[in-house]
């Protein structure tokens, strides 16, 4: 590492910590109706809500929360379908770039919805400026609120007392606030920051050039800022560009870089900021962005220790470097974001596994804004339910008493994105159909299937960009572990939020197993740890480890 | 509380989605690219290079050079290609990824005369990127020099204007860096490196 990695990574690193627990307070003032600094827009919210019919006031219960966001990604699934594969017809188009297949499409619906932002396509090889701005970005913005909104009516339901009037809030007002106080604002600063180091924002037509050697050439512009903002602000991670943010209009300067990781940290970095305020025990807080920073901080050292030992500059950029690169691919993978900003399929063995680990383990270091928190609850109470059988405690999570349905509809969270990235893998080797996409032979072509499974059920979107993903048989199998791996996880979470809310809390007595504390800490490590490694190691043994020790060997495929 | 019959609630969904597509979707980036326009224009239109009014370029996006009288970038999988640009994906053991790296140094070798930078035999992850080391640009300075017929002072002029250059690309951050189109466009614009060459 020299001097100026490490001034990266401290860059990135503080400004975070100092940020988060500001805006995790801020949110939480946002989510709670209270008065907050950006409250003058609050003509522009009830103005939202007259047009759109909401009684932001009205109390949701858990099923009817459920039905209106199910309701409302589908429907938006249908209408990002049809923008895709009508974008012929539609205007704003400059290339005239025809509609996508129907399973392309469908898979980018699905994963825009999703949060995923897996991407079988180049953006500006196929897509007119009206469907990334008006379908794509809006999705970045509404998918990554649908999550916030989400883990917010969770921990309502965890920290309800035992006033039955009230439910776990309204999807609307929340997806409304989501979207006006914390993500548009931000986004709109960093669209402008990102513009002065050089990313395009225009919407006019592709530039005709010619090279200094006579060639002829046209190069892409497009309103990319505004959706580059969002994509990592929201954890989508949907580049705007074909390479990502490896292309030097999405990313033109080690400081875009620094913003660009900055900003997919931040939000995910402020929701147990966010919980600790909302459950009233800002401990409780404090103990979750611990473990979630200690997971953070091995998997960067894991990955730089490869990457500056084993790797190569292939797939990546200069102003980058090895350090810029395997820190910009752990952020990535570690919340949701799935942005690139290097290749992940020609990163070294251990960094390109860490990675993958980062997406494995349930996108909870961090994870996905709103979603890293509801997926680590799911830990949290299996965490609290074996440390009670162990010591004999029954097991309470904040007063309320952790029963059958609720580690039943968390081990549903738990099991459902495992259970789809080893079978649909196995099914995708098994298959022809799979086995054409694989673009590396030995344990490579592995770890790019796996990677792309890992990618879809995790929410991530970043790839192993080797495997050849548009077949209609990688976009339904991506499509489906997308789809499976957004809403298995967020029902059942809503389930145990809708559980907790229901049961009256009990007050805290000796016998209570304190959850804020570092000793529960290391235990919630620990299971964290032990359930991602014992269902991963066998396939990630056949993939990367054996890559790593065939590599040390010599052997070249 | 009674649950609206599917039909309004859809409606809902409907108007809602209208609604935020409006303000995410055509005011927001309408908004940006307003402010973008008016603060930056320059880099919001591409940090386009502009040479007797014909766009030759972008400085933030490599292209091909074959001619020795130009500064080469970083080999690039999709040959320097704007739309569809792209990076090899080849794993960290591909035998192919060896082979195609001990032929850029044979080249490399052929024209330079020294070991390549790493940079220089490692295709970018974009495929156009337009940034090289101090080392590779000073390694390719007498080849450039020698093809556009410089005095040894202009040639000495050139090297002071990549020391400069690296300098200048510091920043805050550190990362001294090399950019191929912006020094290329100094050979171009500048009589002192026009040397006997005449531009295309």
Redesign the interface.
Known sequence: MNSSDIAQLAIVGISACILAPFLGSYMERVYAGKPHPLAFLGRFERFIYKVTGIDPHEQMNWKQYTVSLLEFSFISIAVLFLILVGQGFLPFNPQKYPGLAWDLALNTAISFVTNTNWQAYSGEASLSYLAQAAGLAVQNFLSAAAGMAVAVAIVRGIARGTDSREGLGNFWADMTRSVLYILLPLSLILAIALVSQGVVQSISGYVPTLSFEGKNGLIPLGPAASQIAIKHLGTNGGGFFGPNSAFPFENPTPLSNILEMLAQILIPFAFPFLFGAMVKDKKQGYMLFMVMFVLLSIAVWGSLTSELRWGTLEGKEYRFGKAGSALFSVLTTITSCGAVNAMHDSLSPLSGMIAMFDIMIGEVIFGGVGSGLYGMLALVIVAVFIAGLMVGRSPEYLGKKIEAREMQLSMIAIIIPNFLILVLSAVAISLSAGRAGIANSGPHGLSEILYAYSSGAGNNGSAFGGLAANSVFYNLTVGLAMLLGRFGVMVPMLGVGGSLAAKKRVPQGSGTLRTNTLTFGVFLFFVIIIVAGLTHFPALTLGPILEHFLMLQGVKL | ?R?PAIPA??F??????F???I????V??A???G???L??PD??????IVLDG?????S??A?????PQ?FHP?PSATDY???????????????A??KTVEDRQVTWERSYGSLAP??M?????????????VDAALAQVNTVAKARGLSDYSRRALVAAINEQARASK?????V?INVMKL?TLL?TDPEYRGTVTR?
Do not use: C, H, W
Request: net charge positive; proline share 3%.
């Open positions: 509380m649950i609630r859809i809902k969904s409907v108007r809602f989605l609604v935020m597509t303000l995410l979707g055509i927001y980036p908004v940006v690219t402010i973008a326009q603060i930056f880099k919001a239109n591409g940090s386009l014909k766009v030759r370029g972008s933030l996006l292209q091909r050079f074959d001619s130009f970083r290609t704007y739309i569809g640009a792209g990076a090899s994906n080849q794993g960290p053991i591909s035998a990824l060896v790493e940079e035999l490692y295709a970018s992850g974009s495929g156009l990127d337009p940034d090289i080391s920043g805050l951050i550190g990362v860096r290329n171009e295309q």
